[in-house]
């Protein structure tokens, strides 16, 4: 008597989002449908010194977006994410080969591949958000995205104005970051260079560039108390843009992302170059899926955001 043949999972890649992806409600549907996301977060709400529930689910939307709240709100929501798909009866349709994300999803990244725990992503996230804040005031500073730009061309202007590349995140999509007075600069500058498109971004500093070194050096002497092991799925640092398990280089990695550009573009080819094309973008909004289509049009994402997006992969 012949039987079916056993689905094979396909290879798939985990991504989660930065700050800015923040949303006022986010998580809140997740929470009161999904044991298992509330688990994580009445963890988080045990370990946090503010109110994580009523920061993530009500806001308002000015607090939700400082730096220190909003680090720790992200993290909670995608790891809430990441036990809801991991518990769901569908898990094993899924053969997880990568995990990335965006700067501060980096942390998140490390958490879902059993790098690090809950428990210590949690403090260490809160530790980076305060970090950056504080950061942030002592150094002001500002970032903007440049459109259209070759490298080469924004290179040279960050290096005439004194501002910094702060991330590579899709052909055509350059982030200048640094100290105010220099980026604006540089912004001036290149708005008069043709077809190129200058957006100052809403954002509370310079992040990854100089104005974040005060951060930088804090985050090290904190992660020297985190215990990291070796991930149980391959982690792409944006940093390098390369697989990382050796546990001291990741403690390296994420210490100078902080105050180094991070290298999205890159991390996102080196995934696809593997023969990965199918993406998982766990926690709010909808930004890397928008960044890979730019990088790869024939790769899949589906976005782990909502209860909607859950029951929309029979979850």
């Known amino acids: 008597m012949s ?4 689905a094979v999972a396909s290879e798939t890649a985990f991504l989660f989002p930065g700050q800015g992806s923040q949303y006022v409600g986010m998580g809140k549907d997740l929470y009161e449908y999904f044991p298992a996301a509330k ?19 009500e806001g308002p939307a000015a607090k939700l977006s400082q730096t220190r709240y909003s680090q720790p709100a992200i993290f909670v929501t995608s790891m809430a994410a990441v ?22 999803g980096e942390a998140t990244a490390l958490c879902a591949s059993g790098a690090i725990s809950l428990d210590e992503g949690i403090r260490f996230v809160h530790d980076r958000g305060q970090y950056m804040e504080d950061a942030a005031v002592q150094n002001p500073g500002m970032m903007a995205a440049v459109l259209g730009a070759d490298l080469k061309t924004v290179e040279a202007i960050c290096s005439e104005t004194g501002a910094e590349v702060g991330n590579l995140n899709a052909p055509g999509q350059i982030v200048i970051s640094g100290f105010k007075e220099a980026v ?14 200058v957006i100052p971004l809403d954002v509370s500093g310079g992040f990854h560039s100089r104005c974040m070194t005060p951060a930088s050096d804090k985050i090290q002497t904190s992660l020297q108390g985190v215990l990291i092991q070796k991930p149980q799925i391959t982690v792409i640092s944006n940093l390098t843009a390369r697989p990382e398990e050796d546990t001291a280089r990741i403690k390296e990695n994420l210490t100078h992302q902080m105050n180094h550009r991070t290298l999205w573009e890159d991390s996102m080819r080196f995934i696809l170059d593997s ?23 024939s790769a899949t994402v589906s976005c782990l955001g909502t209860v909607d997006d859950f029951r929309s992969l029979g979850i």
């Not at 912004?187 to 498109?197: F, N, T, V």
């Not at 023969?275 to 049009?297: A, N, Q, W, Y």
């Open 39 to 57: 688990r994580v977060y009445d963890r988080a709400a045990e370990l946090l010194d503010f109110d994580i529930l009523s920061v993530c689910f």
């Open 184 to 197: 604006e600069k540089a912004i001036e500058k290149l708005r008069h260079s043709d077809s190129l498109k």
């Open 3 to 6: 039987t079916a043949p056993t």
């Open 83 to 104: 036990h809801v798909l991991r518990e769901s009866p569908a898990w094993s349709r899924f053969n997880v080969r990568f995990s990335a994300g965006l700067s501060l």
């Open 275 to 297: 023969g990965v094309k199918s993406f998982l973008e766990l926690g709010p909004g909808k930004v890397l899926k928008g960044l890979l289509r730019k990088i790869d049009s």
